[in-house]
């Protein structure tokens, strides 16, 4: 099986093993974003307002020295407003 792909930024990568060290190294912001925003969705319970995905996007990066443990995620996202406010 060939797995080589073109990502769309014109990263190379050739198969899984290359794929998780590009989004560990140069993606892992993203990834953690994402994931911290489905999570605060999923406990809101309703989608979140422009203002609040960019609050999350800056107001998260604080996360980072941790490492983006799970954790600290979860603990983020039950004290975040959208989820004190529900």
Do not use: C, W
Not at 20 to 34: C, G, P, T
Not at 36 to 52: M, P, V
């Amino acid at each position: 099986v060939d797995a080589r792909s073109t990502l769309p930024d014109k990263t190379n990568v050739a198969g899984a093993i290359d794929l998780k060290r590009y989004l560990e190294h140069d993606r892992l912001d993203q990834v953690a974003f994402s994931v911290l925003k489905h999570l605060t969705t999923y406990a809101a319970g309703r989608s979140l307002t422009y203002n609040e995905v960019s609050y999350l996007k800056q107001d998260s990066l604080k996360l980072k020295a941790s490492g983006y443990r799970m954790k600290d995620m979860l603990r983020y996202v039950v004290n975040s407003k959208p989820f004190l406010e529900k």
